[in-house]
């Protein structure tokens, strides 16, 4: 069983930055892969970055390119997502997820996970 706890979330006016954090429960830190995923109020969690446990390989949304880095640190069994250039579309709550089979493998899907966390609030002003 895995439980995950985002934490980071806040205030902040376009072009500043966050960093999020997503602490896991577990000695392994054995999942595939784990995410990040946004949603805003009446809309769908939509994929924002995702990296893999073996190799720490990457994926992102295209909307984030160039301006978020998602990274994990196996010992600590924790992942990051460093939000810099942040635009008032990004403000959303934020999820961290993990997905413990091989087709959470850099998956953009969220069905493709198995965990999430409660999400934590980013909020960007113009």
């Known amino acids: 069983q895995v439980q995950l706890i985002e934490s980071g979330g806040g205030l902040v006016q376009a072009g500043g930055s966050l960093r999020l954090s997503c602490a896991t429960s577990g000695r392994t830190f054995s999942e595939f892969t784990m995410g990040w995923f946004r949603q805003s109020p009446g809309k769908a969690r939509d994929f924002v970055a995702a990296?893999?446990?073996?190799?720490?390989?990457?994926s992102y949304a295209d909307s984030v390119k160039g301006r978020f880095t998602i990274s994990r640190d196996n010992a600590k069994n924790t992942v990051y997502l460093q939000m810099n250039s942040l635009k008032p579309e990004d403000t959303a709550v934020y999820y961290c997820?993990?997905?413990?089979?091989?087709?959470?493998?850099?998956?953009?899907?969220?069905?493709?996970?198995?965990?999430w966390g409660q999400g934590t609030q980013v909020t960007v002003s113009s």
């Open positions: 990296i893999t446990r073996s190799d720490l390989r990457t």
């Open positions: 997820a993990a997905g413990s089979t091989w087709s959470s493998y850099l998956s953009t899907t969220p069905n493709a996970y198995n965990y």
